[in-house]
């Protein structure tokens, strides 16, 4: 089936510093992924669609300057957390979505980031 | 707007007995319908879905009919098992949207 991974699978960092989080589609390529957060007892919210070779489409409320993603290749896209405070911390998670058409988006394991 | 509601969990029983986890949905037009499930450790992985009204998806012994009259899609197996234990999604999206929206999840728990 279907695999994406997410690297790293935790990450502590400072406050003021950044972050990068990379979402991979093993073997398959995707035009689109999309970046999800999640909070305790929460569901996941959309931050932000990516496609590849274009700019990403970011969800009401969500800093695309603090949030940065880019999605360089059919197989990789990367969500950077810029300046992260403490608020940012959380478990982002990643999916992908075949380009042959599906409408299946298959989903990474999660990034749980924290902020000291 | 869009939005999904599940039971609140955690819910817990026994091997073998009859699960049902609430799913209830607002949206526009007519959505496609999914449940997602996240074993421990692990991503989320679809489970089942249904693109039209009546429809029943089914996999692994799980079942959710797709019930445009009351705006459900129930999940439903009728014998759990241990291995059956995880958090499960219940979300939608709509035609030729990719956006999906989701519950906000329901653990499950099976004891032996």
């Known amino acids: 089936g279907a695999v994406v991974s997410q690297h790293p699978s935790r990450v502590i960092c400072k406050s003021g510093t950044s972050v990068k989080i990379e979402c991979r589609s093993l073997d398959f390529q995707a035009t689109t992924m999309f970046w999800y957060r999640q909070f305790p007892k929460k569901s996941l919210m959309l931050m932000a669609t990516?496609?590849?070779?274009?700019?990403?489409?970011?969800e009401q409320g969500v800093e695309k300057d603090k949030f940065l993603i880019n999605h360089a290749s059919l197989t990789l896209s990367t969500l950077t957390v810029t300046s992260a405070h403490p608020e940012d911390s959380s478990f982002y998670i990643c999916?992908?979505?075949?380009?042959?058409?599906?409408?299946?988006?298959?989903f990474g394991p999660g990034t749980r980031l924290t902020v000291l | 707007g869009n939005s999904v509601t599940q039971m609140e969990g955690p819910v817990t029983l026994s091997e073998e007995a009859f699960l049902t986890i609430n799913c209830t949905y607002t949206a526009t037009g007519y959505p496609s319908l999914f449940w997602y499930v996240q074993y421990p450790g692990e991503g989320l992985q679809l489970l089942l879905k249904a693109t039209k009204a009546d429809d029943k998806g089914s996999n692994k012994g799980f079942e959710a009919t797709y019930r445009k009259e009351t705006t459900s899609f129930h999940l439903e197996k009728g014998s759990v098992q241990v291995s059956d234990s995880a958090v499960y999604f219940c979300a939608l999206s709509n035609f030729g949207n990719e956006k999906l929206t989701f519950g906000t999840g329901t653990r499950l728990t099976i004891i032996p």
């Open positions: 999916s992908a979505r075949d380009r042959r058409g599906t409408d299946t988006q298959y």
């Open positions: 990516s496609n590849e070779g274009s700019k990403a489409t970011y």
